[in-house]
C-alpha cells in the first residue's frame, strides 16, 4: 500500500493506479463500518483508495477537535490488510494552505437537524469532500448511511457540480446489541456503553409501528420518544424527525420512502443513528 502525505505525492500515485478507482474518505480511527466499505470498494472497482483526515473545518469551537481519536499506524495496518493500494492521510496545512478561501455549501439539505445543531459542519464537510473528489477522480466513493445527512448532502453535490463520481451508500454496521459503531464509542464509560444500545431500541420501537401500519410522523416520533424515556433519562435528546430519504425534509405522513432519525448526548458523548422506511 502506498502512503501519500502531500496533493503532489498523491497526484503521481493516482496517475499510475488502474481504474476504475474506489475511494473511501474517512477520518480514521477505523472500525468495521469503514472496514465494510473497503471490502465493497475492493470488489466493484480495479483500484482501491482511502483518505484519513480529521477535518477542522466540520468542527465547531465547542466541539471535539482536539481530542477526536487518532492512531494512523493502526489504521495503516487495516488498509494494508484490507488490500487497499492507497492510503491519503494529509495535514490540515496542505488541504487548507494559507489564502484558502473557497466554500461549498448546499442549500436546504443542511440547514436543519444536524447543520442546526452544528452550525457550519456541513459547510466543512461538503468543501473538503469536493476537494478530496476532486482530487482522486474516483469512479465510484464510498459512504455509510449512519451519517444519513451527509450521505444525502455529497449526493446533491456530486451530481450539482457534475463531479463524475457515483456515491454509493451502505448499511450503518452495527455491534451484536446494536450499537451503531462510530469512532466516537471510545468516550462512552463502561456505564454508557451499557446504556447507549437504547438509541437504536428506541428507533426499532418507532421502525416496528410504521411497519404495523402506522403512517402519522407525530405517533411514530412519540414512541421513539416514549421508548427512550421509559428505559432511561440519562439522554439528552437534540432531536428525533422523520424525514424524506432525498430531500431530508418533514414529512407529516409517511408516504414515500423516508428515514427516522436521532440525535442525543450521553455524558459527554454525542450519539446519532437512523433507520430507513422503506
Known sequence: MQVCRTISQLQRALAALPRPLGFVPTMGYLHEGHL??????RAENASVAVSIFVNPTQFGPQEDLARYPRDLARDRKLLAEAAVDLLFAPEAEEMYPPGFATWVEVKGLSEHLEGAFRPGHFRGVATVVTKLLNLFRPERAY?????????????RL???LNLGCTIVGLPTVR???GLALSSRNVYL?????QRAPLLY???KAGYDLWRQ??????????????????ESKAFRVDYIALVDEETFQEMEFVERPARLLIAARLGRTRLIDNLPLK
Open 36 to 41: 465494510s466499505l473497503v471490502r465493497q470498494a
Open 158 to 160: 456530486a451530481a450539482d
Open 175 to 177: 455491534e451484536a446489541d
Open 213 to 230: 401500519g402506522e403512517r402519522r410522523t407525530a405517533r411514530i416520533i412519540d414512541e421513539v420518544r416514549r421508548t427512550l424515556q421509559a
Open 201 to 203: 431500541r428506541s428507533l
Open 143 to 155: 459512504f455509510g448511511e449512519k451519517d444519513a445527512q451527509q450521505l444525502a448532502i455529497v449526493r
Open 189 to 193: 464509560s463502561p456505564e454508557e456503553r
